[in-house]
């Protein structure tokens, strides 16, 4: 039987690429995308549902799937301040999740950060960590994290600090070798392609999937 997906944030980076893979499945025959804004895609199998992820809870009947999405992000710069960044990155991502748990989804996948934990110094990291940490006490039958290092891709608004990044890492990615692999850049396509194949898996419990092992997964594929 295909089965429902459910989306969270693609507009973003990772989630605009992510919706056209879960369109293109045949493992899916509905795709819900929620968000704030409608994306500029028409297809067949594609709901959107526009809706204020404050009052959630008032909408727990349209996010009923088996594989949920949540590709929910942003920085402390975007958000403006550090109770902002947190009600995205923490209270969105944890909200979603009890509902699609209550609405008995299978499977979460989440876009979390190299890094996360809630032990971090980094306000970032820990808030990350933090949101798994709520999310894991979630009862889905599969839950995957996924962390990646620093993004490349195709951003809808300029980040001049990511941006500078990424030109680093970008020379310094093949001296990052052994432990350090993990620090390179992940391509924002590596990662939503990495989500779609942890959902055909069909794995259970907890996965945490980091940087280096997804960059490693997409060139042995090639």
């Known amino acids: 039987m295909q089965k429902t997906a459910l989306i ?6 990772i989630g605009s690429l992510l919706l056209p893979l879960l369109l293109a499945s045949e493992r899916y025959s509905r795709v819900i995308s929620v968000g704030r804004r409608p994306v500029p895609l028409v297809h067949p199998k594609l709901e959107q549902r526009i809706l204020d992820f404050d009052q959630l809870e008032e909408h727990r009947l349209q996010l009923i799937a088996d594989d949920v999405f949540c590709c929910l992000g942003t920085t402390l710069r975007q958000a403006g301040s550090r109770d902002a960044f947190y009600r995205v990155d923490y209270l969105y991502v944890v909200k979603l999740a009890a509902l699609a ?3 008995f989804a299978a499977q979460l996948l989440v876009v979390s950060a190299l890094g996360a934990s809630p032990a971090s110094r980094f306000y970032y990291s820990r808030v990350k960590g933090e949101m798994e940490a709520a999310v894991r006490q979630t009862p889905f039958r599969a839950i995957h994290f996924f962390r990646p ?4 891709g195709p951003r809808a608004e300029k980040r001049t600090g990511e941006q500078l990044g990424a030109v680093v890492l970008r020379v310094l990615g093949p001296a990052l070798v052994g432990p350090l692999r993990k620090y390179r850049a992940t391509e924002a396509a590596t990662v939503a392609q990495a989500m779609l194949r942890a959902a055909h898996a069909e794995a259970r419990g907890v996965q945490v999937h980091l940087s280096d092992a997804l960059t490693a997964t997409r060139a042995a594929r090639r």
């Open 101 to 103: 748990a209550a609405n």
């Open 8 to 13: 969270a944030g693609a507009s973003g980076l």
């Open 149 to 152: 290092s620093l993004l490349l």
